[in-house]
């Protein structure tokens, strides 16, 4: 089967029924019950990009920020819950039996974000990582498992110091955020990766505090990055879904 | 300073485009989250399960290299 020629409804969010865009998002609402669903019809060839080419003009570039263009309108608007990039429906039917299966769980999501809005924060080490165990000096058997032991206890310093990192993050900004969630840092110099839904009137608290730890932060050796605001991406998660989240 | 805004200055202005922020920390946003949903409303043609699946795989590499850069270990 090919794709030429056929067009679906590209999902962007879930939100409720009585949200109305902007007029310049090239997006509509399908309305049904408490629910609405924010979408657009694409030929689904469009969608068929080379998720190789990461260039900031490829076509993937500029699908993702459509995305996110219209998931940041319709949150201006009220709360929305952004569905997974790629999100697609054949038809009007089926953007209904969307809605229908989870008018409960989602109106129940909608209702805790609120008008709160996602900010990211990643803390980075700035210090060096622990040595390498492939340069581990193997002409030495001594040598060797002292290494391998001094990289073992760094992997676990690490680990013991992104935990410290992320309770005292935590704890600092708990009074401004209503929910978050935490990632496992991934990279080498990740120690953490944190989402936090942070109500608006709190926002420039929230942001003064995470300036005021990343300055007493940075003599630890570890630099925090602070993003946002986004739409709420990661706390959109249904009930009843499999746990898609990303690694 | 070692706070990076990766968007606006201000917290406030959700609106508007997000041409401010790096193509690396949206797609980890806007692919890795955002709700997923299940079921006979999903398409499952190839090719939009195939952006979704390998993107992930991809992201993975990516943020490692950008966090090994980004930490001074090459």
């Given at each position: 089967m090919t794709a030429i020629g056929?067009?679906?409804?590209?999902?962007?969010?879930?939100?409720?029924?009585?949200?109305?865009?902007?007029?310049?998002?090239?997006?509509?609402?399908?309305?049904?019950?408490?629910?609405?669903?924010?979408v657009k019809e694409v030929p689904l060839a469009d969608l068929q990009v080379d998720e190789r080419d990461l260039s900031e003009d490829g076509a993937l570039a500029r699908l993702v920020r459509e995305h996110d263009a219209?998931?940041?309108?319709?949150?201006e608007r009220g709360p929305v819950l952004p569905l997974r990039f790629g999100t697609v429906v054949p038809?009007?039917?089926?953007?209904?039996?969307?809605?229908?299966?989870?008018?409960?769980?989602?109106?129940?999501?909608l209702d805790a974000i609120g008008s709160a809005r996602e900010w990211g924060v990643k803390v980075l080490r700035t210090d060096d990582g622990p040595p390498a165990a492939a340069e581990a000096d193997r002409s030495s058997g001594v040598a060797y498992l002292a290494q391998r032991r001094a990289a073992?206890?760094?992997?676990?310093?690490?680990?013991?110091?992104?935990q410290h990192v992320a309770e005292t993050v935590d704890a600092a900004v708990e009074r401004w955020v209503s929910d978050a969630v935490r990632r496992r840092g991934g990279g080498q110099g990740l120690l953490l990766d944190v989402a936090y839904l942070v109500p608006r009137d709190d926002e420039t608290s929230f942001v003064a505090e995470i300036d005021r730890l990343a300055a007493d932060l940075a003599?630890?050796?570890?630099?925090?990055?602070i993003s946002g605001p986004w739409p709420p991406y990661s706390f959109a998660a249904l009930e009843g879904e499999p746990d898609e989240r990303g690694p | 300073?070692?706070?990076?805004?990766?968007?606006?200055?201000?917290?406030?202005?959700?609106?508007?485009?997000?041409?401010?922020?790096?193509?690396?920390?949206?797609?980890?946003?806007v692919v890795h989250r955002g709700a997923f949903v299940s079921g006979d409303v999903?398409?499952?043609l190839a090719g939009i399960e195939l952006v979704r699946l390998d993107l992930r795989l991809l992201l993975v590499g990516i943020a490692e290299a950008t966090t090994s850069r980004e930490g001074g270990v090459t």
């Amino acid at each position: 089967m090919t794709a030429i020629g056929l067009t679906g409804l590209y999902a962007y969010a879930i939100a409720r029924a009585d949200l109305e865009l902007p007029g310049d998002t090239g997006a509509r609402v399908l309305r049904h019950g408490a629910l609405a669903l924010v979408v657009k019809e694409v030929p689904l060839a469009d969608l068929q990009v080379d998720e190789r080419d990461l260039s900031e003009d490829g076509a993937l570039a500029r699908l993702v920020r459509e995305h996110d263009a219209v998931a940041r309108a319709a949150a201006e608007r009220g709360p929305v819950l952004p569905l997974r990039f790629g999100t697609v429906v054949p038809d009007e039917a089926a953007a209904q039996r969307l809605l229908d299966s989870r008018q409960v769980d989602a109106a129940r999501r909608l209702d805790a974000i609120g008008s709160a809005r996602e900010w990211g924060v990643k803390v980075l080490r700035t210090d060096d990582g622990p040595p390498a165990a492939a340069e581990a000096d193997r002409s030495s058997g001594v040598a060797y498992l002292a290494q391998r032991r001094a990289a073992l206890q760094a992997a676990e310093d690490a680990s013991r110091r992104a935990q410290h990192v992320a309770e005292t993050v935590d704890a600092a900004v708990e009074r401004w955020v209503s929910d978050a969630v935490r990632r496992r840092g991934g990279g080498q110099g990740l120690l953490l990766d944190v989402a936090y839904l942070v109500p608006r009137d709190d926002e420039t608290s929230f942001v003064a505090e995470i300036d005021r730890l990343a300055a007493d932060l940075a003599e630890a050796g570890v630099r925090l990055e602070i993003s946002g605001p986004w739409p709420p991406y990661s706390f959109a998660a249904l009930e009843g879904e499999p746990d898609e989240r990303g690694p | 300073m070692s706070v990076v805004r990766e968007t606006s200055d201000a917290p406030g202005i959700l609106g508007g485009d997000s041409s401010g922020t790096s193509l690396v920390d949206l797609l980890d946003r806007v692919v890795h989250r955002g709700a997923f949903v299940s079921g006979d409303v999903t398409i499952c043609l190839a090719g939009i399960e195939l952006v979704r699946l390998d993107l992930r795989l991809l992201l993975v590499g990516i943020a490692e290299a950008t966090t090994s850069r980004e930490g001074g270990v090459t």
